[in-house]
C-alpha cells in the first residue's frame, strides 16, 4: 500500500482529477505533471539512464516510486523533453555520463545527463515537416505508451499523467530555438507553418497516452517570458494551443518554465485545465492574475529542492500552499541530485505533517529570496528596450 492510500478518503486519482476541474477534495492534492526521477532512486533500484529514457519497464519503475514511497497523488513517466524529437528523427546526445560519488561521503555528485538534441537541426524549413506513419511505434514514443499501460495496470488508484512536447518546443528541437526565434520577426509564416505541421504529432502522442491509461496530459511548450513576448504567445500559439487542447481526449496542463505572469491570462484563455508554472512567479501574484483558474506548481528545483533543507522546502510549500495553489509540485523536472528527504517534504508539509528537524529554528523561504534578488538585479540592469521576440 502507498504511503498516498493509507491517508484521505479519495484515491490519487480522483483527487487529481478533482482538483484539475475544480470539484472538491478531501485534502490537498501533491503531484508533479513533470519528472520525480533521482539518482538516489535510480541507484537502489539498479537502473539508469538512458535505458529509462527508452524501456518501458525502467521508466515505470522509477515513476512510480513518487506514488509507492513519496506520497505523490501522481505517477509522470516522462523524464526528458526530447523523446518526441527523436521519434521525428533527431539525433540524440543521451547523455551517458559515468556515476561519480564523494570518496569520503559516498554521496552521488553526477551521473547520467539529461539528454538533449545533437547538431546539426534535423530541418530548415517548414516544408521538410514529416510525421512518420510509425511515429506512436518509434522506441522513444512507444516506451513511454508501454510504461503507462503498465503503470496504470499497477495502480489503478494513481493519477496516471502522460507529457508531450507542444509544437513551439518541438520547433527549437527540430529547427534550433534560434533559428526558430528569430523567424517570430523575420518571417511570421515559417513560425505558424511550423506550428501548424507540427501540431499532429503532439496531439497523436497524447491521445496515444490516453488510451493506454493516462488520466491527463502534460503539454510542455516553453514561450518562456526569458525568450518570447507574452504578445508572442498570444499571436503565434495561443490560437494553436485553442486548436490542440479540444483535440486531445483528457484534461491538459500547460508546462512552461521561466516568468510566465504577464501571458497567464492568455494561457488561461487557450483551453487548457491548469497551468503548471515556475519559481520565477510568485505563487500568490500568479493567483491573482488567473482567479479560479487551476494552477500546478512552484517549488523552486534548483534555489529549495536543490540546495535547500526539508525545512527550507516544508517552509516554502507552506507560502504555495496559503496562496491558493491547486496542486502542489515542484515547478518543472526536478534535478536528479535532489534527495528523497527534500522530494517528499513537498507533500508532508502540503498536507501539514512534516516533522522537520526541531534544531533548526530558521527555516528560509528561497524562493522569495531568489525573486527578490531578481527583481533587484533587473531594476539595477534596466538601462534601455533590449530586442525582445
Ligand atoms: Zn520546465
Not at 526541531?358 to 538585479?377: C, G
Request: one cysteine or more; aromatic letters at 8%.
Amino acid at each position: 500500500m502507498s504511503t498516498t492510500e493509507t491517508n484521505g478518503t479519495m484515491t490519487g486519482r480522483e483527487r487529481y482529477l478533482n482538483a484539475l476541474q475544480g470539484k472538491p477534495v478531501d485534502r490537498i492534492c501533491v503531484g508533479s505533471p513533470t519528472s520525480l526521477a533521482t539518482y538516489e532512486e535510480m541507484r537502489r533500484l539498479g537502473i539508469e539512464w538512458p535505458d529509462a529514457h527508452y524501456e518501458a519497464a525502467p521508466i515505470a519503475l522509477l515513476a512510480e516510486r513518487s506514488y509507492t514511497e513519496h506520497g505523490y497523488d501522481s505517477i509522470m513517466p516522462y523524464f526528458s523533453i526530447i523523446l518526441g524529437a527523436a521519434a521525428l528523427d533527431a539525433d540524440i546526445e543521451w547523455g551517458e555520463d559515468p556515476w561519480e560519488f564523494d570518496k569520503g561521503t559516498g554521496k552521488i555528485i553526477s551521473g547520467p545527463r539529461m539528454p538533449a538534441v545533437s547538431p546539426p537541426n534535423p530541418w530548415t524549413t517548414p516544408d521538410e515537416i514529416v510525421i512518420p506513419n510509425d511515429f506512436l511505434e518509434r522506441r522513444e514514443t512507444k516506451a513511454v505508451i508501454d510504461s503507462i499501460k503498465m503503470l496504470r495496470e499497477r495502480h489503478p488508484d494513481a493519477a496516471v499523467i502522460g507529457k508531450v512536447m507542444g509544437p513551439w518546443t518541438l520547433s527549437y528541437h527540430m529547427f534550433g530555438p534560434q533559428e526558430f526565434l528569430i523567424n517570430v520577426i523575420l518571417d511570421p509564416d515559417y513560425v505558424h507553418a511550423c506550428l501548424d505541421r507540427l501540431m499532429p504529432a503532439s496531439i497523436e502522442f497524447a491521445n496515444a497516452q490516453i488510451e493506454a491509461g493516462a488520466d491527463a496530459i502534460c503539454l510542455a511548450d516553453h514561450s518562456t517570458g526569458d525568450l518570447v513576448r507574452a504578445e508572442t504567445y498570444r499571436d503565434f500559439l495561443m490560437p494553436v494551443h485553442q486548436k490542440i487542447t479540444p483535440e486531445i481526449n483528457s484534461p491538459v496542463i500547460l508546462h512552461c518554465c521561466g516568468k510566465t505572469l504577464d501571458r497567464m491570462q492568455y494561457i488561461k484563455d487557450a483551453g487548457f485545465e491548469a497551468f503548471h508554472f515556475a519559481t520565477e512567479n510568485d505563487p500568490h501574484e500568479a493567483k491573482a492574475v488567473v482567479g479560479d483558474f487551476k494552477l500546478v506548481g512552484n517549488v523552486s528545483n534548483f534555489v529549495t529542492l536543490l540546495s535547500g533543507r526539508p525545512e527550507d522546502v516544508a517552509f516554502e510549500v507552506e507560502d504555495i500552499v496559503s496562496a491558493g495553489i491547486d496542486i502542489i509540485a515542484p515547478e518543472c523536472a526536478v534535478p536528479p541530485q535532489v534527495t528523497n528527504a527534500n522530494l517528499m517534504a513537498v507533500p508532508a508539509a502540503a498536507r501539514g505533517e512534516f516533522q522537520g528537524d526541531p534544531s533548526v529554528t530558521d527555516p528560509r523561504n528561497m524562493a522569495h529570496e531568489y525573486r527578490v534578488d531578481v527583481a533587484k538585479q533587473s531594476a539595477a540592469a534596466s538601462s534601455g528596450p533590449a530586442l525582445s521576440l
